[in-house]
């Protein structure tokens, strides 16, 4: 977690297989900029699977806080499998969540397939008052980013 200004934790990491973690938010990363801060993770060439939230995220959760960042940059990746536990208190986003409340949260996802992941509301990626750039990549639905498209993006507002 960043916080405050100048505060930055935004690692790259590289060819990484998250199999089988879990947390109460961001079953294998949480990444979370607030106070001006900033969390946003350069992640390439990696393997998401097996991962379980109990609220959002079910591999990823991304939340930007009073003036704060998280945009992590996502390429070449897989995330399958993955679940945002339905009984929990958020429970979106199964592969990825993303919230930008008074702070940012707009992730580059390039050349990457999300696919066979669950959650309450956006099985491959849940927003709230987020942007996420998708381009180039297969997510399951086929679901345009900028629209409500049910079951595998949902953004709230």
Request: net charge negative; hydrophobic share 30%; aromatic share 8%.
């Amino acid at each position: 977690m960043a916080t405050e200004a100048k505060n930055i934790c935004s690692p790259t990491l590289t060819s990484i297989i998250f199999d089988k973690n879990s947390a109460e938010s961001g079953g294998a990363i949480y990444n979370q900029g607030i106070n001006n801060g900033e969390s946003s993770p350069i992640i390439t060439n990696s393997l998401f699977t097996n991962n379980n939230a109990q609220n959002s995220g079910g591999a990823i959760n991304n939340v930007g806080l009073n003036s704060g960042d998280s945009s992590p940059i996502i390429t070449n990746s897989t995330f399958f499998n993955n679940t945002a536990d339905l009984s929990g208190f958020g429970f979106r986003g199964g592969a990825i969540s993303n919230e930008g409340s008074n702070g940012k949260s707009s992730p580059m996802i390039r050349n990457t397939i999300l696919f066979g992941n669950n959650a309450g509301a956006g099985n491959e990626i849940g927003n709230l008052n987020a942007s996420p750039n998708v381009r180039y990549s297969l997510v399951q639905g086929g679901c345009p980013t900028d629209t409500n498209c049910g079951d595998e993006i949902y953004n709230y507002q």
